[in-house]
């Protein structure tokens, strides 16, 4: 690890550090997508060669599988899986509830099943995720390429039946070229500003034909855990309602972060 690491990715590194301590040999684990994320992966994939951890890893992205192979985990599809024991995975946004939007590094419909087919989701994040109240983060909504911009017109129409503030919908895009996801999908993300009522938008979103998914993840998170660039690490579990403070150190000699 490098010990140059700016501020924000030592938060990023810790959150991810003190979720690898929740994963124990045997266990199915399913690997979130995007930069917090990877950390996790690469910490994981430390354990797995030098401390001879043994679990089997559900990518949710094509990147993440790569990465997940690169550092050495046993790589599983989720119809091998079947169910996980504990999904790890980064997020846009979390609110007081843990109520989460996802979908900024574009992965969210694969996010959401790997979450969904799991006994736990433990999120990681640092701390300028964390929101009073989701949609400043504009929310993606996966939608199939055909008819995508009469799904954007419909969508449109539908915020403004629920007066809904910010109404701006940008397609995604990759350079000159919309965005697609890995199964081959748009996304389109909602400039809200505020999401009132996030269980019934998401609902809604979903309702519409062509809409195959949002970024919306309303009580499927367990668990988040924040860092902070200074190596303090905040736990907020949603079963019990607490928080629990901790802490590592940056060691620069060794250029790794130690539990104290
Ligand atoms: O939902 C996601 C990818 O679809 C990511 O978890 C989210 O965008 C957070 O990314 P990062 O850890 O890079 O801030």
Known sequence: MPADLSPIDKAKFVAAKRASEFVESGMRVGLGTGSTAAWLVRCLGEMVREEGLRIRGVPTSARTAALARDVGIDVISLDEAKWLDLTIDGADEFDPELNLI??????????????????????????AKEVANLGAFPLPV??????????????????????????????????????????????????????????????ILNQMPGVVENGLFVDICDRVIVGHGDGRIELRDINAGTVTEDRMEFVEDDNLFRDL
């Open 142 to 203: 996966e939608v199939v390429p055909f008819g995508w911009q009469t799904t954007q017109a419909l969508l449109s129409e539908t915020l403004e039946a629920m007066d809904v503030m910010g109404r701006e919908i940008t397609l995604r895009m990759n350079g000159e070229r919309p965005y697609v996801t890995d199964e081959g999908n748009y996304i389109v993300d909602l400039h809200l500003g505020r999401i009132g009522n996030a269980r019934q938008l998401a609902l």
């Open 102 to 127: 996802k979908g900024g590094g574009g992965a969210l419909l694969q996010e959401k099943i790997v979450a969904t087919a799991s006994d736990q989701m433990i999120v990681i994040a640092d701390a």
